[in-house]
T-cell receptor, first 115, second 111 residues
Framework: EAGVAQSPRYKIIEKRQSVAFWCNPISGHATLYWYQQILGQGPKLLIQFQNNGVVDDSQLPKDRFSAERLKGVDSTLKIQPAKLEDSAVYLC?????????????FGPGTRLTVL | QKEVEQNSGPLSVPEGAIASLNCTYSDRGSQSFFWYRQYSGKSPELIMSIYSNGDKEDGRFTAQLNKASQYVSLLIRDSQPSDSATYLCAVSQTGANNLFFGTGTRLTVIP
């Protein structure tokens, strides 16, 4: 079974530029998550989708971050404009359902460096 | 504020010993508990999940949960150098699958 796919794996941009990350979840997984992991910290949830609807985006900086999952499968996370403090690894995860007992599986992540 | 606390380490154990990793959480509504292993430069990998009080064993790994004390732990028996990684504790509430992570404990197994 293929895991969660993400691209690109690495991205270097200058502050105030825009960037987009792509994620394809495990086949059949209805719930998709985007996390931000800053060096030395645990992942922090940015947004959670159930199929193509947003379940939780309370920690998403909506003035600069946006995300969509139009067809209920793959998803895109965008940052515009980027700030230095956005340098982090952006992790996509998926689970079968949104229930609390559903295990989440992570993709390889995208390491973003903002100069 | 939901908080998950872990000792950041580093925790060093000799090869073959038992490594004990601890985690406390602040939200009494937490119902699901997970341990992830994260190698340097890699993404978190799920190694254990536990939902009820007591012990759960899977190979060399044992997860222990005590909801009254708001405490969850991971024991690694017969530690191997390949177990050297950062171990992340994560918790979620029933009905919501938002995972709240600790900062992780860095484990080093010395050959």
């Amino acid at each position: 079974e293929a895991g969660v796919a993400q691209s690109p794996r690495y991205k270097i941009i200058e502050k105030r530029q825009s960037v987009a990350f792509w994620c394809n979840p495990i086949s059949g997984h209805a719930t998709l998550y985007w996390y931000q992991q800053i060096l030395g910290q645990g992942p922090k949830l940015l947004i959670q989708f159930q199929n193509n609807g947003v379940v939780d985006d309370s920690q998403l900086p909506k003035d600069r971050f946006s995300a969509e999952r139009l067809k209920g499968v793959d998803s895109t996370l965008k940052i515009q404009p980027a700030k230095l403090e956005d340098s982090a690894v952006y992790l996509c995860a998926s689970s079968l359902s949104a229930g609390g007992l559903s295990e989440q599986f992570f993709g390889p992540g995208t390491r973003l460096t903002v100069l | 504020q939901k908080e998950v606390e872990q000792n950041s380490g580093p925790l060093s154990v000799p090869e073959g010993a038992i490594a004990s990793l601890n985690c406390t959480y602040s939200d009494r509504g937490s119902q699901s508990f997970f341990w992830y292993r994260q190698y340097s430069g890699k993404s978190p990998e799920l190694i254990m999940s536990i939902y009820s009080n007591g012990d759960k064993e899977d190979g060399r790994f044992t997860a222990q949960l005590n909801k009254a004390s708001q405490y969850v732990s991971l024991l690694i028996r017969d530690s191997q150098p390949s177990d050297s990684a950062t171990y992340l504790c994560a918790v979620s509430q029933t009905g919501a699958n938002n995972l709240f992570f600790g900062t992780g404990t860095r484990l080093t197994v010395i050959p």
